[in-house]
């Protein structure tokens, strides 16, 4: 199976921290990424994580373990430009596609 | 710069009728997506190309069709048979699988 599971939507507050939850079926895997799409723009790129562990990129980070088939993007110090939806993805396996969740529509409260 | 280009950025056209939206990149990437995403959903995958003059059927491939002439160029086409086009259609390209996607701003495609 390839389901990736997320919450559908999330709020949180300005200045504050929040954490967005994947979960994936672990056969066949090779890595996860995230990525952050504003209402009406197109996804762009956060994050890659092949290895367990945890990964920072200034005010995010990401977390993977694989033998639990979890992630989570962390978010810091919440800024309203962080309102979009966050995709959480994976490599197909043994075809050449990308397998995307539904994303997280995150909302930010002043 | 180097990027995806998709165009038009709207699009309408009337029921029954076949539409071809472009997507270019320089990127020199090899592979090449095309995505539907409906309101309030995620990226479901129409056809994808690992190499040019191959493509692959995605979840939801009918009704549409693809080519791959040349590398930069990965247009879809949405026919008619194609029960409810109306959807915001996302190109994008990397190096394989296990490459970040770059992705093009999109088209919005409205069938009246």
């Known amino acids: 199976g390839q389901n990736i599971d997320q919450p559908t939507e999330m709020t949180a507050t300005e200045g504050a921290i929040v954490q967005i939850n994947c979960t994936y079926q672990t056969s066949g895997f090779n890595g996860l990424f995230w990525y952050q799409q504003h209402a009406g723009e197109a996804p762009t790129f956060l994050s890659y994580?092949?290895?367990?562990g945890l990964e920072e990129k200034g005010r995010f980070s990401s977390f993977l373990s694989r033998s639990k088939g979890y992630s989570y993007l962390l978010l810091k110090e919440l800024q309203m430009k962080d309102s979009a939806s966050y995709l959480c993805?994976?490599?197909?396996?043994?075809?050449?596609?990308?397998?995307f969740g539904k994303g997280t529509r995150l909302h930010i409260l002043p | 710069d180097g990027g995806i280009t998709q165009s038009p950025k709207y699009l309408f056209r009337k029921e029954g009728q076949n539409v071809t939206l472009s997507c270019e990149q320089n990127l020199n990437h090899d592979a090449m997506y095309w995505y539907r995403q409906d309101p309030g959903q995620g990226l479901r995958l129409i056809y994808y190309s690992q190499i040019v003059n191959d493509f692959q059927k995605g979840d939801i491939a009918e009704g549409y069709s693809v080519s791959r002439e040349k590398k930069e160029s990965f247009p879809l086409t949405v026919t008619s048979a194609q029960k409810n086009p109306t959807a915001f259609y996302l190109c994008a390209s990397n190096n394989g699988p296990l490459d970040e996607q770059f992705f093009g701003p999109g088209t919005r495609l409205t069938v009246l």
């Open positions: 993805a994976r490599p197909g396996g043994r075809d050449d596609k990308i397998i």
């Open positions: 994580n092949v290895l367990d």
